[in-house]
């Protein structure tokens, strides 16, 4: 066998397996390719590759992984199937000794290094065509990433500006609000201390003046009756000696009641005096009580006031490191497609 060779022949399965590559996309291939791509055919109709056909498959795939186009994948095709159109095409006759269509194959193999030169010059030309169309992509690339961070930049600078400026418009109008509502909140419980103070003075005044009065109105009392006591003793005496022992007996129990009544009157001013005494000391309290709650709010309101400009400071500093850091940050390759 002098002028052919014996090839092996594989299974669309096999091809599959070896181009890695699902058997519905080869298929396709064929029906896009249709009239480059001849995929040869046994006695039976079942398609059989040889190696150039597996070759011309994996070119197919390097090409269209590089998102080549259909179109453009078969103009390149036919360029170089043209420039070698005085060289014939290569057919093929297989026989199947088997069902399986897993039989050796022989072909003519006269024309094998004109088509070998043909497909070196196919490759040639797509990885030509390849590289121009990386490069001319990257120049592309190149001019909208550098446009677009341009635009970016821009976009940030304005957004950071206004961010900046409406963030302490807030925080400008909230601090005043709180201050005026916290002076507010300040002035109203002064008031109402002063007037608890005031109101508890006013009270004290008025028990101490009625238990001034009640104690002069029972000596007044006792004053009168034991005068009264006496002169309706003189008048008896002089009027009856006869009953002078009945007389005196009324006028001992009236002075015994007299004297109660005193008693009576001196627990009365002493409780009177000891209820002055303890409202004075509810009332001192009160107004302790209410000067340290004063106290703990104005210390309060100055750490709420430390607080809230700690934190304008922080966000200050904040938004000056984001710029400084957006400024002087440097470009970076961060699209690349080709290796």
Do not use: C
Not at 39 to 67: D, V, W
Not at 289 to 306: A, G, P, R, W
């Amino acid at each position: 066998m002098t002028n052919s060779q014996i090839q092996r022949a594989y299974s669309i399965k096999d091809v599959s397996k070896k181009i890695n590559t699902p058997t519905g996309t080869i298929r396709q291939w064929e029906k896009d390719l249709q009239g480059l791509l001849n995929i040869p055919r046994s006695k039976q109709g079942a398609r059989f590759y040889t190696e150039k056909e597996i070759i011309l498959l994996e070119k197919i795939k390097e090409m269209r992984a590089n998102n080549l186009s259909k179109d453009m994948i078969r103009k390149l095709m036919n360029k170089h199937l043209q420039s070698d159109s005085e060289a014939p095409s290569e057919s093929l006759k297989a026989s199947s000794p088997s069902a399986a269509d897993n039989a050796i194959v022989t072909t003519e193999n006269v024309n094998a290094p004109a088509q070998t030169q043909n497909l070196e010059e196919l490759y040639t030309a797509m990885e030509t065509y390849k590289q121009n169309m990386v490069n001319e992509i990257k120049n592309v690339i190149q001019a909208s990433r550098n446009e677009m961070i341009e635009e970016l930049k821009n976009e940030i600078s304005q957004a950071n500006l206004q961010t900046v400026q409406g963030i302490s418009r807030s925080i400008q109008r909230t601090n005043e609000k709180r201050k005026a509502e916290i002076e507010e909140l300040t002035h109203a419980i002064s008031q109402a201390s002063e007037l608890t103070y005031e109101s508890f003075e006013s009270i004290s005044e008025n028990i101490e003046k009625a238990s001034e009065l009640t104690s002069e109105t029972f000596e007044t009392l006792s004053r009168n009756i034991a005068k009264s006591s006496e002169d309706t003793f003189e008048k008896i005496a002089k009027t009856s000696e006869g009953t002078f022992e009945k007389l005196s007996k009324q006028i001992t129990a009236s002075s015994t009641a007299t004297k109660d009544n005193k008693n009576l009157l001196n627990k009365v001013s002493q409780n009177v005096k000891d209820t002055q005494k303890e409202i004075r000391t509810v009332t001192k309290s009160l107004h302790k009580d209410q000067e340290h709650f004063v106290d703990s709010m104005n210390q309060n309101i100055k750490e709420l006031t430390e607080v809230i400009r700690d934190r304008e400071e922080a966000f200050h500093d904040m938004v000056s490191s984001f710029r400084e850091a957006a400024a002087s940050k440097k470009k970076k390759k961060w699209w690349k497609i080709w290796g």
